[in-house]
């Protein structure tokens, strides 16, 4: 998590902290699977390194509510596809203007953007085919 997040009223904020809200803070993927986590907010990089096709997903409000709004940024440096899915398809929603709205791909080289909208609700933007 980038240093500096989350803040709490009457928190006084450092010169480091100030500082780390200009960075993403990494967190590398080598597997073939990955399921969000409360980390992954606040100016985290998930980074994706597997030379296989690989799936990102989001889980439900009741595993992990995170906050409307939230936007966790996603960069596929690895050969294969990356799908971002819903860990609960039937729960979570997805949506994007990729071929599949409902499961964007991420060729390589290429980031997308996970953004909370409601309650269980995600849009994906960013270099989806």
């Keep these: ?30 597997g073939a699977t990955y399921t969000l986590a409360a ?15 690989k799936t990102v997903s989001i889980p439900t409000d009741a595993t ?8 966790v940024t996603i960069l596929n440096t690895g050969a294969g596809l990356l799908t971002i899915n819903a860990v609960t398809s039937g ?5 994007s203007a990729g071929a599949t709205p409902a499961a964007p791909t991420v060729g390589q080289y290429k980031a ?12 994906v933007i960013g270099g989806v085919a």
């Design 64 to 71: 992990y509510n995170f906050p409307v709004g939230t936007a």
């Design 112 to 123: 997308g953007v996970a953004i909370k909208t409601a309650a269980n609700a995600w849009t």
């Design 1 to 30: 998590m980038a240093t500096g997040f989350p803040a709490a009223t009457g928190d006084v904020l450092s010169a480091a902290m100030f500082n780390g809200l200009v960075a993403f803070t990494l967190n590398s993927q080598s």
């Design 91 to 95: 729960t979570t929603t997805i949506t």
């Design 39 to 53: 980390t992954d907010q606040y100016q985290v990089l998930v980074l994706t390194t597997n030379a296989s096709t």
